[in-house]
T-cell receptor, first 113, second 111 residues
Framework: KAGVTQTPRYLIKTRGQQVTLSCSPISGHRSVSWYQQTPGQGLQFLFEYFSETQRNKGNFPGRFSGRQFSNSRSEMNVSTLELGDSALYLC????????????FGPGTRLTVL | AQTVTQSQPEMSVQEAETVTLSCTYDTSESDYYLFWYKQPPSRQMILVIRQEAYKQQNATENRFSVNFQKAAKSFSLKISDSQLGDAAMYFCASFVDDMRFGAGTRLTVKP
């Protein structure tokens, strides 16, 4: 089985722009969770999507949003980028919602200049 | 609130020796899971070991084992016979409704 894939792997944007990151879960997995990893704040939970609906959300501003498609692929969007949004964005897939067995993708490294 | 604390930012071990990474957690829930993840320079998070809170027996996976002290809310990871490939960031995490991570411990393995 193919693992979790994330595209793109690297991204450079400037302040004020918006960005969309993509995550394809393991085949058969229906839940996708997103995490932000920064040197200062560490790994933080962003949100979880299951059956095309956001089911759980971390403590992030509304500039961070996401969606999930019928094939379980998920995208996250960050609008009006700030320097502090520079981070590694990880997604993890699991079979069902709030499943503790999560499989992580390689991440997307976002740099905001 | 669900929190995870790793008090050792960095640890070092000689190849073939044993090292223990510390982790404490706090949750008011009775049903939860605890994890150790490894993040090598490639940045891919790799599950090392998982512990169900309701199980008293400590989890083991080959050279990796945990010391789960539920009353003390402590969950340490022991790596035996350390190998150069064990060098990485190690994150302790707890899961109730979502995954919460500690700040991580950078492990260096000296040849």
């Amino acid at each position: 089985k193919a693992g979790v894939t994330q595209t793109p792997r690297y991204l450079i944007k400037t302040r004020g722009q918006q960005v969309t990151l993509s995550c394809s879960p393991i085949s058969g997995h229906r839940s996708v969770s997103w995490y932000q990893q920064t040197p200062g704040q560490g790994l933080q939970f962003l949100f979880e999507y299951f059956s095309e609906t956001q089911r759980n959300k971390g403590n992030f501003p509304g500039r961070f949003s996401g969606r999930q498609f019928s094939n379980s692929r998920s995208e996250m969007n960050v609008s009006t980028l700030e320097l502090g949004d520079s981070a590694l964005y990880l997604c993890a897939s699991s079979l069902v919602i709030r499943d503790n067995e999560q499989f992580f993708g390689p991440g997307t490294r976002l740099t905001v200049l | 609130a669900q929190t995870v604390t790793q008090s050792q930012p960095e640890m070092s071990v000689q190849e073939a020796e044993t090292v223990t990474l510390s982790c404490t957690y706090d949750t008011s829930e009775s049903d939860y899971y605890l994890f150790w993840y490894k993040q090598p320079p490639s940045r891919q998070m790799i599950l090392v070991i998982r512990q169900e809170a309701y199980k008293q027996q400590n989890a083991t996976e080959n050279r990796f084992s945990v010391n789960f002290q539920k009353a003390a809310k402590s969950f340490s990871l022991k790596i035996s016979d350390s190998q150069l490939g064990d060098a990485a960031m190690y994150f302790c995490a707890s899961f109730v409704d979502d995954m919460r991570f500690g700040a991580g411990t950078r492990l260096t393995v000296k040849p």
